[in-house]
């Protein structure tokens, strides 16, 4: 594989000095490669059969009218031909610039005053035009598909699939109610903005990993970064939007989707590992997925969204 890796990148144009890391990435293989010119970069190689060249190329093209106006995103580099997607040995791959960067817990009011700038800025290109290619965030997707996955490939211990299945499924279709209520926008997102996807340096974050990018309701990229008891995120989310309503008209009634996305993430999420369960580096990454105690635990958890579901939705003053 290294000679794979390197070679594509030298088929681009740029010579390898032979530095070679791989970087923690499950869903792709991302490596950082040391070229003589431009120095480190990024490589990409997707996972086959994830997406097609149509939703590749429209993840790319977002990237770089966001990084046209000065969006700090990490944007793919464009090859000989001016593609930023590229082919070499049965995969696609794109090279992006290495950005350093560092971790945040976003525990200042100044830090989230310019995240939430960020964002906005990013939901106003985002509302210009929508995706044609790439999958939207909805119940079917999210919710009822990975319900049948999980069910019908026997994931589940055998006591507990009958408790989930009832539980999940009463849930999703309560999560597609709450949705049907909501006159909610639906635009180009980030799609996975939690705090992992978040690199900041001196001058502010850079925004990583657009790879589940998608169209959907603005909150979807904002309820990932809040935490705490409800009081704490309450506070966070106003300070976040705060920064946002600079940009960005945000509806107050998408306050109500955050625990019905909440919950569609926690289903999805097993259906994910589960999908991806054969990739010998996902048993070795996941350990805890699986077991009776994992499955235990989604059920308990599931039954908290219940609850949680129940209660008023966030406010902000």
């Not at 106003?124 to 290619?133: C, D, E, K, M, V």
């Not at 799609?191 to 992992?196: Q, R, V």
């Not at 699986?290 to 902000?316: G, K």
Request: hydrophobic share 40%; charged share 20%; aromatic share 10%.
């Amino acid at each position: 594989m290294p000679e794979v890796i390197l070679s594509a990148v030298e088929r681009l144009g740029m010579r390898c000095t032979g530095g070679l890391l791989a970087l923690n990435s499950y869903e792709n293989r991302v490596y950082r490669v040391d070229t003589e010119v431009p120095g480190r970069l990024a490589v990409k190689f997707y996972r086959p059969g994830r997406w097609t060249d149509a939703q590749i190329s429209e993840e790319h093209a977002f990237l770089l009218e966001l990084a046209e106006q000065e969006i700090p995103v990490v944007a793919p580099a464009p090859g000989p031909t001016g593609s930023t997607l590229c082919h070499h040995a049965g995969f696609s791959y794109a090279v992006f610039p290495w950005q350093p960067g560092r971790a945040s817990e976003l525990g200042t009011m100044e830090e989230r005053h310019m995240l939430g700038r960020f964002l906005g800025r990013i939901h106003r290109a985002g509302a210009t035009r929508g995706f044609r290619a790439r999958p939207p965030l909805d119940v079917g997707t999210y919710g009822r598909e990975p319900v049948r996955f999980l069910l019908e490939h026997g994931f589940l211990p055998n006591y507990l699939e009958q408790v989930y299945h009832t539980l999940a499924s009463e849930l999703v279709e309560r999560v597609a109610a709450v949705i049907d209520t909501v006159s909610a926008r639906v635009l180009r997102l980030h799609g996975d903005c939690h705090l992992g996807n978040l690199l900041w340096t001196d001058t502010g974050p850079h925004f990583v990993d657009f790879d589940d990018c998608c169209m959907g309701p603005a909150v979807q990229d904002l309820w990932m970064l809040l935490s705490g008891d409800r009081d704490a995120m309450q506070r966070q989310l106003a300070e976040v939007l705060e920064g946002y309503t600079a940009f960005m008209d945000f509806n107050i009634a998408e306050l109500a989707l955050i625990e019905p996305l909440r919950t569609l993430r926690l289903i999805h999420y097993s259906a994910w590992l589960a999908r991806r369960w054969d990739d010998p580096a996902f048993p070795r990454s996941f350990p805890w997925f699986n077991t009776t105690r994992y499955w235990e635990d989604q059920v308990l958890s599931l039954r908290e969204q219940q609850a949680l579901m129940d209660e008023p939705p966030l406010s902000v003053a």
